[in-house]
């Protein structure tokens, strides 16, 4: 072979499928929603809903030594009745693409890495976490605010640029990301593009972590936020973004800190984010974070179980993207049957609030609470 | 490894990538299309149209022992010419989830498997029959009427939850199914909810077999109805469907018989389904089947032929979701170079009916007669 | 095994699945847009923007002896900026089918092949070759205005049947391909259909070499123009197309040339292509060609460098369907990593045009000049 090509990964033999599934059947109850043109809200009849609220099939491969490569393509929501508790859009067949990235690691250790490509900017351990992998039964409601601020979009990804990287020290490990993207939904009337104007998006994240590490080696995803009882350690991450002048905003920021908290069969973990929006005339604030408490807990060696709490809020000012408040209770026990691989989640969720959100936005619709039984298979 | 996880399969290594192809070629007479609006239907020019008329792409695994997972996607009619005289949609690119579901064995031999995910409801030996596996040029229009009916949607699949199992002994194999779906398409302005009426809709299906069984293993999918001369038996179906008040009926009911008999070369199914809605005004009947036959015939132990006919025949009373009477009537061979997965059929078709239906609304289309060659690859 | 069904590849296990990657980096400068209704061209902010701007994921195999196959999914331009001067449409992550066919040798060395599916007609070796192998920052703008003329499609492919074939003696190899198809964008309203009336659309194309093949195998797919400095030949390709009378036309014509020379640093090609549409009332002529010329340069035994030059040009008749006159220059360098697989790529495009075109409709848009970083990753 000529010295110029680079070298193939030995182990690389072709681009290998991945799939996950995360099958809900659900019976919502006290769901308002507005049937007529200009009527009033009415209660929909209580409903059970079978769906498929998230499904991926993609493919991922590392051609080269120090070269990864993964795309994933979503059919989310797929059966979900519109008047159900559940949060979302709604699906009859379509997919689309969830992520498609490179990432090449520049350093000899783990110390730098680039990824290029569509993905999520790294912020908000929420955010970033991997959709089937939480202990509480969704995620955050939350995480769809923080999303809808920074990119404008409800899945939450951007084409871009982000160096990233990792190193430990006795028991203290540091993780920090920097990614500039270009964010084409700052428009007035086109969401494909930025706008007259054009301002980058620069998005960044660090960690520290004491005690076990959150993960060995660096990668832009986060695994589950239970450990099995494996570790022991704490994880703290500072989260900020800015962008400036486009269409829509003369400038916008958020900012806000995670916690990751593993002891033992303790498994807790929270968020806070802040968020500013300029405009020529005005400023607005939102805010919203959440807490997720959950407890391993075995049974007769057999069975690995673990109830979980969390609660959520979110708050706007009137007049922002998103206002008033909006408030989850969700109260479950998760049943690992291999780990985060094949699971069954038996959850109630509450929810209250009241403004224009996506809990209720005070006219057209106020979503109800639910009961849920999860099944997820990743492969 | 410890006692709570469950064991993967010790045969797993990856999802397995699927795909198919039916690639058409036919001829179009007598087509007639409303050109202008409000105009007559006029006669359009006969024409060669090549088509992909079904084609899927997907992934299937068994991570466990006792589940297995697949999912499937279309991206069917492509280069479908609108004014062909092929039944269904035209499609310029677009791609569709059509099925996705985890099958988990309960019992330690195959008398009990749950299926969840989004799936064929189990009803009508024509609607859950693979797509590519029919010896008739296509599959009977007649389950258009029948999946229409029953959860509103062209390809009939729902969420859902489904129960079946099969056992055999001596000459006697029976098999079952029954599921429970939501159906997001009784809404009245909104398909993708069931509005503000909600009932389960309940499908099952039992099927009585004399001689070789149909199906070995349990599964959702049914084979190719021919068993290339190796089968001696008869199974009868019986279906049947319920679903309560909804937006747009008061009740809506379906049900009837199929039945496929292989012996030797001789390979004969039919099926005669009966559906009722009732509305607060009235109710409504719509019946449709199908009989189809093909004879094995090997030409100089090199060349395997299968010559088929097929008679359809659909009714619907005036005002129900389709009226009048829809007849296809398809002649043809169809040479199986390596069983059902690589396949060259020559067939010609000719339809009639009135009323307003798939055959024609008596206004804006009335569907022409066609020659067809087809090529249907299975990997 | 029965005599009667065909034998499979010993070779073949399961469909592999291919995925490919392209993704830019431009800044774009002097982009010119209409931002309110009826208003003037305003020149919008010089901006970044990261895209994907081509992507592909598929499967491929081949399960019998002489009969391969292959299905490949888009989901080009995602993250693509309205207001960058890149050309072609956006995209917020849906996906689309771009190549579906199946390839059966019939003779028993590659002097004939039939090709059936939805596939590139064979013409114009700018239009064939793969989209992410050309030597150029991008392929040249003037394949959109021959696929637009011939099939009516962006992407260029079309449903049909080809016939082709390569041979070989001495220093002489003929390329020939000749295919028929349904073309479904020939109607006045519906693009699904070809309209009252119908007319195939025959395809054909010649290619002669002298020296070193282009390729040893037949296949519809064109590789990369460069051959790494191996290849002495050189191939002159004569391209036509006819298609008679249709909704939109009475008959609709291409004609043209293409040259591909390489002689060791040097890979040079271009093409020429004549279009003439008739209309009962009048003649349309469309012309469009490019020449592109790259020289391979190592350096220091190990950075494989080809700096590029590229000019293209269209002209159209007032009322054709594309008119005025589009210009591009483009200059850059590549560096082959590993050859077509893994490259990057720097270049500088200036644009320049009137009349009603993919450059500018002189009244809602005229495109900017732009610098750009690739990144091509083949998988």
Redesign the interface.
Known sequence: Q?????K?DSLFK??????S?Q?W?TYTMGEKDQ?TDNGPM?S?????????RR?R?G?K?K??KK?S?A?M?Q?DN??????SAVRGS?????????D?Y?TWRISKNEMASLT???FHPQISRECVTGDLLVNSFDKSPTQAYIRQHITG?G?GR????NLGGLTSKHLVTIDYNVGI??N?TT?EE?????????S?LVVDRVTFTVGDTEKKNYAINYDANNYYSKRKGITVGLNSSVQGKTDIFTSNYAGGFDVLFNYGRWNIDGEWMYMERHTEAQTYNMKAGHIRAGYNL?IK????LEPCVMVTNFEGDQGAQFSGEDRMLDVGVNW????K??KLSLHYITQQGHGDNNYTDDITFKKGDFAGLA?V?L?
């Open positions: 000529e010295n110029y090509w680079i193939t072709y681009v290998q499928p991945v799939a599934l099958f059947s049937l009415e929909v009849q209580d409903r059970l809903n079978f769906l498929i499904a099939i493919f491969g051609p080269y070269l490569y795309v393509i059919y797929m059966g979900k009745d519109r008047f709604t699906n009859t067949g379509t997919l689309g693409i969830l498609a490179a290029v490509g569509y979009k899945y951007a084409t871009g640029i993207f270009s084409n428009s086109f969401t494909e593009t930025s706008g007259k104007y054009w980058p075995i060696d057999k069975i690995f690992y049957l291999n780990k691989n094949c099944f298979l492969m």
